[in-house]
């Protein structure tokens, strides 16, 4: 079926920015205009690279009791509160109005403007990061790893991956002791395919004596490692001594989410629906919690409970991965106008985090490849992969030559997707599905059958469109033909 709603080789980017001014002149208007008083909100929101704010779905900064809290979270790199961020967010920018030269303070204001963005999907807070994290640099003018590894979280929030290795790297030369450097230079090395860094890193990291209070950061870190190489259980192990001993609801409430998504992967919707509803009354901002549930529940057949439940979560912090969702759940209800609406919903949340320079090639391109055109796809998807040759670039790209007919080359793909022996360690139900679709189209029909298989074993619920063609597939395949066993 063509579910075509744009032109073939329609950019859902932006235009390129203009050209940035000097890092000088910045400095000039920073200094200047912080010293006259004006706050650095204010100061940032003017600045050239800035853009206008959309669906903020938090309350605007204020200091408060909260902040310190926030602080030693944010620098400790553990998981922060949505409010407290907020609060944090205030006194910092107060802060920095009255002391322009406080490089720390500079630091500690950029990350927190990364958090607030990641945590609210709202990509506007990134180029304030930026500019915030950039002046903490010039402010210093030598060893900075606080406004170093603000960076790398703002390059990882980006999809930046190579910029995240390198800023990540200069930070852990500096203090390479510091175990919050590890966890973002992992994520780094992950997407840029080199999977054996990102083991490294984690035995560096988990050798590490590391206190009481960040410990269950560490093992969510070494859960999310284990998950990638395949080893549910471990990554379950890990995950849920992390939850058990996390010392703040928010903190307690990003390591449940990641359960539910553990669960989710193995098809466990039971599980997952009380993980994930578990996250959500600790923190209701948590942004994957409420999702993860609104998947559950259409996986249960509780469908309205779980439109209403996508909704409301959109409504609040709108993200296109999970807007796509929404489209495919309402398209494989017959729904086809209310899909249509929410594949326009993602062309312009796309454009939105552009705007704060989101790298959303990888999902524009799962976008085109299944609802729009598959050729500007591959296009996008072989720029992302000469870029950032992760696992799921693979399996996307595989996907995507398959939709255009390039089946030969799209297996090549596949198998780096889903081969241990190339990196593809992961369980994913999706890229099995991908990967014995493309066989079945070449003719390899045992491969085919057997991979199909195992993508409903690992989760028979993975997709409201997807599972239903699995099965379709597997019936067409039909039963495993009668031939004698290979011989000796």
């Not at 994930?276 to 996986?299: I, K, N, T």
């Not at 014995?436 to 195992?454: K, T």
Request: aromatic residues 6%.
């Amino acid at each position: 079926m063509d579910n075509r709603l744009s032109a073939p080789g329609t950019s859902l980017l932006p235009e390129p920015p203009a050209p940035r001014r000097s890092r000088r002149w910045l400095r000039r208007v920073l200094v200047a205009a912080l010293a006259g008083g004006v706050a650095a909100g204010t100061v940032l929101a003017l600045l050239p690279e800035e853009q206008p704010r959309r669906h903020r779905a938090v309350r605007p900064p204020a200091a408060g009791p909260q902040a310190p809290a926030a602080l030693t979270a944010l620098t400790a790199g553990m998981p922060v509160a949505l409010p407290q961020l907020t609060a944090l967010i205030g006194q910092q920018e107060l802060r920095v109005r009255e002391r322009p030269g406080d490089a720390q303070a500079w630091a500690v204001l950029g990350t927190a403007y990364v958090e607030r963005g990641r945590r609210a999907a709202d990509a506007a807070d990134f180029p304030r990061a930026e500019q915030a994290l950039r002046t903490s640099l010039e402010v210093r003018g030598g060893a900075n790893a606080e406004a170093l590894d603000g960076l790398t979280a703002l390059a990882l929030a980006r999809r930046d991956f190579t910029e995240a290795k390198r800023y990540g790297e200069e930070a852990l030369k500096l203090t390479p002791r510091r175990w919050s450097a590890y966890p973002q230079l992992i994520d780094a090395y992950n997407g840029l395919g080199d999977y054996e860094a990102a083991r490294r890193s984690l035995d560096k990291l988990m050798a590490l004596h590391t206190g009481a209070a960040v410990r269950p950061a560490v093992m969510a870190q070494a859960s999310a490692v284990y998950r990638d190489r395949g080893w549910r259980e471990d990554a379950v192990a890990q995950l849920t001594d992390a939850a058990a001993a996390a010392r703040t609801p928010a903190e307690q409430a990003a390591y449940l989410a990641g359960l539910g998504q553990l669960a989710w992967e193995r098809g466990d919707l039971q599980d997952a629906l009380r993980h994930f509803e578990a996250a959500v009354r600790l923190d209701p901002d948590q942004r994957a919690a409420p999702v993860g549930r609104a998947r559950v529940l259409a996986a249960l057949g509780r469908t309205a409970e779980a439109l209403t439940a996508y909704e409301t979560a959109l409504a609040r912090q709108p993200n296109p991965r999970y807007t796509l969702e929404l489209g495919e759940l309402y398209e494989s209800l017959g729904q086809d106008r209310l899909a249509a609406t929410q594949y326009t919903q993602v062309r312009e949340e796309a454009r939105r985090e552009a705007e704060g320079g989101v790298d959303d090639d990888l999902l524009i391109g799962q976008y085109e490849a299944d609802h729009g055109d598959p050729v500007e796809a591959v296009d996008r998807l072989r720029d992302e992969w000469d870029r950032q040759p992760g696992i799921e670039v693979a399996d996307a790209l595989g996907w995507a030559l398959h939709r255009a007919g390039e089946d030969e080359e799209a297996l090549e793909y596949a198998c780096v997707a889903t081969d241990k022996t190339k990196g593809g360690g992961v369980r994913s139900a999706l890229y099995t599905f991908h990967r014995g679709m493309i066989e079945d189209e070449l003719e390899e029909y045992g491969p085919a059958r057997r991979h199909l298989q195992e993508a409903l074993r690992i989760n028979p619920y993975f997709s409201p469109l997807l599972a239903p063609a699995a099965q379709a597939a597997l019936r067409s395949l039909g039963d495993v033909p009668d031939e004698p066993a290979p011989s000796e």
